[in-house]
């Protein structure tokens, strides 16, 4: 059975990092790059983050620098409206990683920048590239715009974790990545490349249990034991803050992607809101389309398989236990 090639493009980031580990341990699945992208911390945060925990759970994969800030928001302005309006402390700790600090890489960063590397992998797929996008879709967008032919058939398919058909996390109708860079969703919505968005809709019913949480900890491999670190910060602030727990926004992005039938989608519309005084970031979804207005660009997903999900994350748990 053919390999699903994929990209990965992190802002790592507490759930990001486990979404990263099941990557890793998946079958039938060619992790190609991952490529990081400033979000939930500052890139200074979020690609050492994220080359310093591939090289724990002993993946070499490449690991390339993308964008510090969005292409016209302030991310500092984003994270204090986060901070304020929710009244939390920072979702992902001081390092984005809940505070969890690992062994610094022994190798660094690849050469080409996320931008190249995203057009490298592409051309190497040769079509057959699908890129996971667990951040801000900064880096995507960059791409798209730098490389105008990646519309042309070279980018499989883009499974996003951002928007969300009705709500918002950081803002009452705007999800925190589509909030960072609005302007980057509308590029990529708009570009013809086929999308399925990962929204609040589904990730906030993905909240991994307790039970799992208790399994977890009896493992003993780098990657679970960097995961089951995380579900802690996780359960520890949802009892100390309230607000979000161990919700798995970017793992169920990554589970769409391997295990499509672990959420249920429609065929939608949907545009960023770019200019609203009180929208902007927010994900427009055009369920009613009576006037025909809109041509339907996006697979969005609306029920999530919560079970099937955590059974796939386990998988992967063991999956890293057996390297061992
Ligand atoms: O709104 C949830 C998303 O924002 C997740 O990707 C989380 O990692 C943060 O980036
Ligand atoms: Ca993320």
């Known amino acids: 059975m053919k390999k699903l090639r994929i990209l990965m493009d992190c802002d790592t980031g507490t759930d990001d990092a486990i979404a990263l580990v099941c990557a890793a341990n998946t079958p039938n699945v060619e992790l190609r790059a991952v490529t990081t992208v400033a979000g939930n911390a500052d890139l200074c945060f979020t690609a050492p983050n994220t080359l310093n925990l591939m090289r724990y759970i002993g993946c070499p994969v490449k690991v390339s620098k993308g964008a510090e800030t969005p292409i016209k928001r302030v991310l500092s302005e984003i994270r204090e409206k986060v901070d304020e309006e929710a009244g939390q402390i920072d979702t992902h700790g001081d390092n984005g ?7 610094e890489a022994k190798d660094g960063f690849y050469p080409l920048d996320a931008v190249d590397t995203i057009y490298e992998e592409a051309k190497a797929c040769g079509g057959e590239l699908v890129i996971i996008a667990t951040g801000p879709l900064t880096n995507i967008a960059n791409a798209i715009t730098k490389h105008p032919e990646l519309k042309d058939g070279l980018i499989k398919k883009i499974v996003f974790m951002g928007g969300a058909a009705k709500g918002g996390n950081t803002t009452a109708v705007a999800e925190f990545n589509w909030l960072c860079d609005p302007e980057a969703a509308h590029i990529v919505l708009m570009s013809g490349i086929p999308c399925v968005m990962v929204g609040l809709d589904v990730t906030e019913k993905a909240e991994i249990s307790d039970e799992f949480c208790d399994r977890v900890r009896t493992l003993r491999s780098n990657g679970a034991k960097v995961c089951s670190e995380i579900l802690e910060f996780m359960r520890a602030r949802r009892d100390t803050h309230g607000g979000e727990s161990t919700l798995m926004h970017d793992g169920l992005a990554l589970a769409a992607a391997v295990i499509p039938d672990v959420v249920s989608c429609r065929h939608l ?8 005084k009180y929208t902007f970031g927010h ?3 055009a369920f009613d389309n009576r006037l025909g207005d809109f041509t339907p660009n996006c697979d969005v997903a609306l029920e999530v398989n919560v079970k099937m999900l955590e059974e796939y994350m386990w998988d992967c748990l063991i999956r890293s236990e057996e390297k061992r």
């Open 97 to 103: 990683l809940g505070g969890i600090v690992l062994p």
């Open 269 to 276: 519309f949907v545009d960023a809101e770019c200019d609203g």
């Open 283 to 285: 994900s427009f979804v």
